[in-house]
């Protein structure tokens, strides 16, 4: 029997699905992440853009061309937000939501919508690492923050968090060369008043290179950057939501801090680890964002010089509070996008020119072309000529090449 376990969204939503194949394979189902032809479908859908809902629906029309007959069941946010939208599509037998999503497992035969409502974090089945080097850990689900913009609280419910003991069993499990250390507000992660510090802390006699997922701006203090700096080797690369530079956006997407607020995180980063990489996300176009908000942003992304940006123009999302608020036009949005593209380019080959000369390390990856490709500790992409095995190589960057940096072996 084939199973295939595909998945859509966030690095959380791979963590789950990883997890569902483990249980699958414990069954003796052959699986796949990959769609191709299978007896058993499990779409693990997303619902953080209205597009993303979209593509988890049209994904049941793709796995019906690879088998018509086949048992099709979806879990995740889309289903957890419309379960009717995919119950009645013709071959799906079971829809599940977002919580306790390896209970899938023993409820293959099921049909019909199922929702588990388990207070506390739960999990079943520890992922495999299917590629052997970058393994993504999820210590944490749900979210309390209820920003105006996002939908996913009223998904994923309230935070939990999971047992860091379990944690460091999984990864001496898959002892991946670099391990990501995510959730869906992972800076609130707290298992019985230890929070993210104390998970830190347990992860020193982890043998691999920790890289961390989104944080936000309250978790950056004295006390958390120095557990990261006794880890035996974390990759100095913060991604800190950012989502607008304007103090008057920020207070209507109900962000809870300041742009100077998060200008001095950024510094305090920047006191602990010099070369470290900040890299965020920008939502271009909220309703109540003006030209001169928007110019806020700009400028707060020149002042702490990030190394990339992740940005997108606002989707509304229905039941959350923006969704309430008059939408810009879809021309202002797109003019602001294409300034943010820009400068997003402009900064990261700014990055890429001030690490020219130095010596890093890189993980090798993937080959693309002639190239052995791996990312920096800083998340620089790497471009090494020619094949090459090792698990962690130093290279010196030579110059800007493609959407990295050339290197050569040292």
């Known amino acids: 029997m084939k199973a295939v376990v595909f998945t859509l969204g966030c690095k959380v939503n791979s963590c789950e699905s ?23 479908y499990i779409i693990n859908t997303c619902a953080v853009t209205a597009e993303a809902e ?5 994904t049941i029309a793709r796995v019906k061309k690879f088998n018509q007959n086949a048992r099709i069941i979806v879990t995740g946010c889309a289903s957890q937000k419309s379960p009717q939208d995919f119950l009645k599509k013709q071959g799906v037998t079971l829809v599940t939501g977002t919580n306790s999503k390896d209970r899938i497992i023993d409820c293959l035969q099921e049909s019909g919508n ?42 994923r419910g309230r935070s939990r968090s999971r047992n860091p ?28 008043n230890i929070g993210l510090k104390g998970l830190i802390d347990r ?62 995180r950024c510094c305090l980063i920047r006191k602990y680890f010099p070369d470290c990489a900040i890299t965020t996300d920008v939502i271009v176009g909220y309703s109540t964002e003006t030209e001169q908000d928007f110019l806020d942003s700009i400028d707060l992304c020149k002042r702490v010089g990030f190394a990339d940006i ?28 294409d300034v943010v593209l820009a400068l997003k380019k402009q900064l990261k080959d700014e990055f890429i020119q001030k690490n020219l000369g130095r010596v890093l390390e890189i993980i090798p990856e993937d080959k693309e072309g002639e190239f052995t490709v791996g990312y920096t500790e800083n998340y620089i992409k790497a471009y090494l000529q020619g094949e090459t095995e090792g698990r962690i190589l130093k290279v010196k960057l030579l110059k800007p090449f493609k959407d990295g940096a050339l290197c050569q072996l040292v």
């Open 203 to 264: 992860l020193s006699t982890v043998n691999c290179r920790i890289r961390l997922g989104s944080l936000e701006v309250g978790v950056i203090t004295d006390e958390f950057l120095s557990a990261l700096k006794n880890l035996k080797n974390f990759a100095p690369h913060f991604h800190l939501s950012l989502q607008s530079g304007s103090n008057a956006v920020l207070k209507s997407m109900n962000r809870r801090y300041t742009r100077e607020e998060y200008l001095k």
């Open 114 to 155: 199922i929702v588990w409502e388990d207070s506390e974090y739960y999990e079943k089945y520890l992922p495999t690492n299917p590629d052997k080097t970058r393994a993504y850990v999820k210590v944490q689900d749900g979210c309390n923050n209820f920003c105006s913009y996002c939908i996913i609280p009223y998904l």
């Open 54 to 58: 979209k593509k988890s629906r049209q």
């Open 18 to 40: 990883a997890s569902l194949m483990t249980g699958l394979k414990d069954l003796g189902y052959e699986v796949s992440d990959e769609l191709g032809f299978a007896d058993l």
């Open 310 to 337: 992740h940005c997108f123009p606002y989707s509304k999302r229905e039941g959350t509070v923006g969704a309430k608020l008059k939408e810009l036009p879809p021309s202002v949005k797109n003019e602001r996008m």
């Open 165 to 192: 003991e379990s944690v460091v069993k999984e990864l001496s499990v898959l002892n991946p060369v670099e391990a990501v250390i995510t959730g869906i507000n992972l800076s609130a992660y707290n298992y019985q």
